[in-house]
C-alpha cells in the first residue's frame, strides 16, 4: 500500500489532489466551533489546499504523509522559509504553521499528539482498503482528546464499482467505524462528480468522552 502511494506520486497520477479548496471544509468546518489556535490534524495530507485554508483561520496544521514527494512538492508550491527537523521515526518540514510530518501514521503516537484538539480527513479513510479502516479509525481515536471536534469527508463509487484507491465507504461503514468513540452528525451528501459517479458525504465527528 506504501509503495503504490509512493510511485502514484513520482508518476504524477494524483487526481485525487484538488486544486483548490474542498468547499465543504469552508462550508462545514465554521460551524464545528473549533478555537483560534487549536492544532488540526490532518492524517494522510498529501499536498492538500485545505491545510493552507486551515492555516489562514488561525489554525496550526499537523499534516501527517507517507510520501516524500508529495510534502516536497507542497513546501515548494508554497511561500516562506522552511525548517526541516527529525523526531524518530519522522521527518518534519515546517512551512508557517504547517508542519508535514513523513512517515507512516499508525506510528504517529499520543505523544506527539499532545496539542492536537481538532482533526480534518478528506483523504485518508477513502485511500485504505477495507482491512485497514476499522485500524485507522480506532488509531485516530486514540490521538483525538474528548470532546474535540474534526471534519471527515467519505465517498462512495457508483453502484457496482469496487475499485479503489479511493475507496468506497458508505454511510453505514462510516457509522459502525467511528460510532464506538465519536459522535457523528451527517452533514450532507453531495452530487455524483461527471465522468466517475463518485459521491462524497461529510460529516461532522465529536471524540467522546469528558472533555479534561
Not at 494524483?14 to 462545514?28: K, Q, S, V
Not at 465554521?30 to 491545510?51: A, I, N, W, Y
Not at 501527517?64 to 519522522?90: C, K, M, N, T
Not at 469496487?162 to 454511510?171: L, R
Amino acid at each position: 500500500m506504501g509503495q503504490e502511494w509512493r510511485d502514484r506520486w513520482r508518476e504524477g497520477r494524483i487526481g485525487f489532489h484538488r486544486d483548490a479548496t474542498h468547499p465543504a471544509l469552508m462550508r462545514y468546518w465554521p460551524r464545528l466551533g473549533v478555537r483560534p489556535g487549536t492544532k488540526v490534524l490532518v492524517p494522510l495530507c498529501g499536498k492538500s489546499l485545505d491545510m493552507r485554508w486551515l492555516a489562514r483561520h488561525d489554525h496550526p496544521v499537523l499534516g501527517i504523509e507517507l510520501a516524500e514527494e508529495a510534502i516536497e512538492q507542497f513546501v515548494a508550491e508554497g511561500d516562506g522559509a522552511v525548517s526541516r527537523y527529525r523526531q524518530e521515526p519522522f521527518t518534519i518540514c515546517r512551512q508557517g504553521s504547517v508542519e508535514l510530518w513523513c512517515g507512516d501514521f499508525f506510528h504517529f503516537h499520543i505523544e506527539q499528539a499532545a496539542e492536537i484538539g481538532a482533526f480534518y480527513d478528506r483523504a485518508a479513510l477513502i485511500a485504505l482498503p477495507d482491512a485497514t479502516r476499522q485500524r485507522y479509525a480506532f488509531h485516530l481515536a486514540q490521538l483525538i482528546p474528548p470532546g474535540s471536534p474534526g471534519l471527515l469527508i467519505s465517498l462512495t463509487r457508483a453502484p457496482g464499482d469496487t475499485g479503489g484507491p479511493p475507496y468506497s465507504t458508505d454511510a453505514a461503514e462510516v457509522r459502525e467505524l467511528f460510532e464506538p468513540n465519536f459522535r457523528i452528525t451527517h452533514l450532507e451528501d453531495g452530487e455524483p462528480e461527471p465522468g466517475s459517479g463518485f459521491r462524497e458525504s461529510a460529516w461532522a465527528l465529536v471524540r467522546r468522552g469528558p472533555r479534561v
